[in-house]
């Protein structure tokens, strides 16, 4: 049975955090259990509850077909600097051809992601070489969480998120 998606996970707060400037990790697994990790290059998440996170293709082969094959994905936000964490799972991940909004979304969290670590003292060419890809070669992971856990460490790690009321 695939888990249904969970209204109203998302308030203000946590749409907002999930689009800023936050560290990205995707990941999946293949029929043997096998992972495929990859790197986000930003996120939207837009009404009703659709995210979308924008990888690389040339580099998230093996996520893009192991969620081809069962739509299983797990995706950590990660504010770096103050630790904050939130994971999302879904059981209906597929990718698709962004589209202009996607286009600008991922610029804007490049330049912000340039200007962070910049500001953190590091130089400006790490945060193009940790990003760097080719913008033909983007790609939209779309879906819609059906799990969330606060992964702040702290007494809260691991805990289930509850629905925004």
């Not at 249904?4 to 946590?14: E, I, N």
């Not at 991922?106 to 500001?119: D, I, K, N, P, W």
């Not at 799990?147 to 289930?160: D, H, K, L, V």
Request: proline content about 7%.
């Amino acid at each position: 049975m695939t888990p249904r998606p969970v209204p109203g996970w998302f308030d203000a707060d946590r749409a907002a955090f999930m689009q800023s400037i936050v560290s990205i990790s995707l990941g999946a697994r293949d029929a043997r259990l096998r992972p495929s990790v990859t790197k986000g290059l930003g996120c939207r998440v837009l009404a009703g509850g659709e995210v979308r996170v924008y990888v690389d293709a040339a580099v998230s082969q093996d996520l893009l077909r192991d969620i081809a094959d069962n739509r299983l994905m797990a995706v950590v936000f990660s504010d770096i600097v103050r630790h904050r964490t939130l994971q999302v799972k879904a059981a209906d991940a597929h990718a698709r051809t962004p589209d202009d909004d996607d286009h600008g979304a991922v610029e804007a969290y490049l330049a912000g992601f340039t200007r962070a670590v910049v500001s953190a003292g590091y130089p400006e060419s790490l945060a193009r070489t940790l990003l760097a890809h080719e913008a033909a070669a983007r790609v939209a992971v779309v879906f819609h969480p059906h799990e969330g856990f606060e992964q702040t460490p702290g007494p809260q790690a691991g805990q289930p998120l509850e629905p925004s009321r």
